[in-house]
Structures are given as structure tokens and as C-alpha cells.
């Protein structure tokens, strides 16, 4: 029993996307950071686009070096790392490409992005709870 709510594909997948969150907004933290640093080009992790992946099938492990066993993808093997964005149109004379305000409308939307999903998991798992605690009767 407790193997199959483990296994549960909705808290798995709510999961992962609150880790998602997390790394996106260390990025997008980091990018507010470094907005006046010369040279600086700002990081995302599009955690989204990479569960959608995840889900639907299309998703594939990558071995960077050859002791690297063959994986096999999914939900609960995804690892976030933030990815420079190159963006030629907004780079600076000095080389940043970080705008500070798109940047501070990003962290906004993912703070409620995190905040949505939290309280998706937390619902989900009261669901199990109050599932469980009728079952007991």
C-alpha cells in the first residue's frame, strides 16, 4: 500500500515541480544579484518545458562521461541546473544582458508559481490522509 502512494505519479510530479521552482528562483535570484556585474549573462531553468518532457515520454538522459550507467528517464530522475540565456538584444555595453525589472516580473510570477504548487501537494496529501483515516473506520 504505502508502495503504491510513493509511486503516486500527482505528488511525484508536484514534487518535482517544487524543486523546479526552487532552482528557478536561486537563478533568477542570482540574475538580480548580478544585474551590475560586468560581463554577468543571466541564467533561467525552464523546469516547465523539462517536466512537460518528463511526462509526455520525450524526455532523454544524457551520460557525460563514459563510467555513466544508461539511465532511464522520467518524472523522478529529473536534475534542475540553471542554462545561460543568450540574449544578444538586451546586452548592455559592458556585456550583462540582465533586465532587472523582466527579472523581478519572473521571480514574482514564480513565487506564486511556487506558492500554487504548494498548495496543490498539501491539498493532494490531505486528500490521502483524510482517504486513509476513513479507511480506519
Same mark, same amino acid.
Given at each position: 500500500?504505502?508502495?503504491?502512494?510513493?509511486?503516486?505519479?500527482?505528488?511525484?510530479?508536484?514534487?518535482?515541480?517544487?524543486?523546479?521552482?526552487?532552482?528557478?528562483?536561486?537563478?533568477?535570484?542570482?540574475?538580480?544579484?548580478?544585474? &551590475?556585474?560586468?560581463?554577468?549573462?543571466?541564467?533561467?531553468?525552464?523546469?516547465?518545458?523539462?517536466?512537460?518532457?518528463?511526462?509526455?515520454?520525450?524526455?532523454?538522459?544524457?551520460?557525460?562521461?563514459? &563510467?555513466?550507467?544508461?539511465?532511464?528517464?522520467?518524472?523522478?530522475?529529473?536534475?534542475?541546473?540553471?542554462?545561460?540565456?543568450?540574449?544578444?538584444?538586451?546586452?548592455?555595453?559592458?556585456?550583462?544582458?540582465?533586465?532587472?525589472?523582466?527579472?523581478?516580473?519572473?521571480?514574482?510570477? &514564480?513565487?506564486?508559481?511556487?506558492?500554487?504548487?504548494?498548495?496543490?501537494?498539501?491539498?493532494?496529501?490531505?486528500?490521502?490522509?483524510?482517504?486513509?483515516?476513513?479507511?480506519?473506520?
Amino acid at each position: 500500500m504505502l508502495d503504491r502512494l510513493t509511486k503516486d505519479l500527482s505528488i511525484s510530479l508536484l514534487s518535482k515541480s517544487l524543486d523546479g521552482a526552487e532552482a528557478r528562483h536561486k537563478a533568477l535570484a542570482d540574475n538580480i544579484a548580478n544585474a &551590475n556585474t560586468p560581463g554577468y549573462k543571466r541564467s533561467d531553468v525552464p523546469f516547465q518545458e523539462m517536466l512537460r518532457h518528463a511526462v509526455s515520454g520525450r524526455a532523454t538522459m544524457v551520460t557525460t562521461h563514459v &563510467n555513466h550507467l544508461p539511465g532511464r528517464s522520467g518524472v523522478s530522475r529529473l536534475a534542475f541546473e540553471p542554462i545561460k540565456v543568450a540574449d544578444s538584444s538586451r546586452i548592455r555595453v559592458d556585456g550583462n544582458n540582465v533586465d532587472i525589472e523582466a527579472e523581478m516580473a519572473k521571480l514574482a510570477e &514564480n513565487s506564486l508559481m511556487y506558492s500554487a504548487l504548494s498548495d496543490l501537494l498539501s491539498r493532494r496529501i490531505s486528500l490521502l490522509r483524510s482517504v486513509i483515516n476513513e479507511g480506519r473506520r
